[in-house]
Antibody, heavy 120, light 112 residues
Framework: ELQVLESGGGLVQPGGSLRLSCAAS????????MSWVRQAPGKGLEWVSS????????YYADSVKGRYTISRDNSKNTLYLQMNSLTAADTAVYYC?????????????WGQGTLVTVSS | QSVLTQPPSVSGAPGQRVTISCTGS?????????VHWYQQLPKTAPKLLIY???NRPSGVPDRFSASKSGTSASLAITGLQAEDEADYYC????????????FGGGTKLTVL
C-alpha cells in the first residue's frame, strides 16, 4: 500500500530552524517528483516546494525561497524539507505529496501532515 | 489572493447537484495545463478527487465529475450526501510564476 509519512514538526522559536522528513513506501520513490504543501490554521492549501525524481531540479514558492531547502535520499525513500529563519507566518500543517504517475504537475497521494508552530 | 479563484462557499440539500467553479487565466488553465481537484474532509489531509481535468481515481464515486473550458474549470457533485461536506480545492500549473504549482482558495461545501 502506498504511504507517505511526515515527521519532524513541532514548536520552534522565531528565527529558528526545523527539518521535516517524509518516509515513503509502497511505490518506487526514485521514479516520482515529490512536493511539500502547507496549510496555515484555518486557511487554504499553499504549495511550498517540489523536487524532481532524481533530485536534480528543485522549485520553491516565493514565500520560502532562500529559507527552505528541499532534498531527497532515494536510497532511503525519504524526502526532506530544511526550514530556516522561521517566522510566525510559517506556522502550518506541512503535507508531503507524491507526484502523478503520468507526470502532470500535481499530487496524487498525501501524507497525514506534520504541524509546525513558530512561536516564542 | 489565489491565482485560481473559487467561490468561498456553496451549499445544497441532500440529493441535489452542486457545482464549484475554478477560474484561472491564460498562463495556467487557459494555457492547457491540467486541473486537478482535491477533497479535504474536516480534520483530515487532502485527497485527490479528480485528476487531469476530468478523471476520477479508483474509488471515487461517479457522483463526482469535472470539466475544463477555456480559462475555467468546474467540479460537479450530484446526489449530494452528508459525507460530501468538505473543503474542495482546484490546482493547476502556472507558466508565468517562478513557483508554478497553484491552488484555488478552496470552497467549503455545506450539505444542508
Amino acid at each position: 500500500e502506498l504511504q507517505v509519512l511526515e515527521s519532524g514538526g513541532g514548536l520552534v522559536q522565531p528565527g529558528g530552524s526545523l527539518r521535516l522528513s517524509c518516509a515513503a513506501s509502497g511505490f518506487t520513490f526514485s521514479s516520482y517528483a515529490m512536493s511539500w504543501v502547507r496549510q496555515a490554521p484555518g486557511k487554504g492549501l499553499e504549495w511550498v516546494s517540489s523536487i524532481s525524481a532524481s533530485g536534480g531540479s528543485t522549485y520553491y514558492a516565493d514565500s520560502v525561497k532562500g529559507r527552505y531547502t528541499i532534498s531527497r535520499d532515494n536510497s532511503k525513500n525519504t524526502l526532506y524539507l530544511q526550514m530556516n529563519s522561521l517566522t510566525a507566518a510559517d506556522t502550518a500543517v506541512y503535507y508531503c505529496a507524491k507526484g502523478f504517475d503520468y507526470g502532470a504537475p500535481g499530487f496524487d497521494s498525501w501524507g497525514q501532515g506534520t504541524l509546525v508552530t513558530v512561536s516564542s | 489572493q489565489s491565482v485560481l479563484t473559487q467561490p468561498p462557499s456553496v451549499s445544497g440539500a441532500p440529493g441535489q447537484r452542486v457545482t464549484i467553479s475554478c477560474t484561472g487565466s491564460s498562463s495556467n488553465i487557459g494555457a492547457g495545463f491540467d486541473v486537478h481537484w482535491y477533497q479535504q474532509l474536516p480534520k483530515t489531509a487532502p485527497k485527490l478527487l479528480i485528476y487531469g481535468n476530468s478523471n476520477r481515481p479508483s474509488g471515487v464515486p461517479d457522483r463526482f465529475s469535472a470539466s475544463k473550458s477555456g480559462t475555467s474549470a468546474s467540479l460537479a457533485i450530484t446526489g449530494l450526501q452528508a459525507e460530501d461536506e468538505a473543503d474542495y480545492y482546484c490546482q493547476s500549473y502556472d507558466s508565468s510564476l517562478s513557483g508554478p504549482w497553484v491552488f484555488g482558495g478552496g470552497t467549503k461545501l455545506t450539505v444542508l
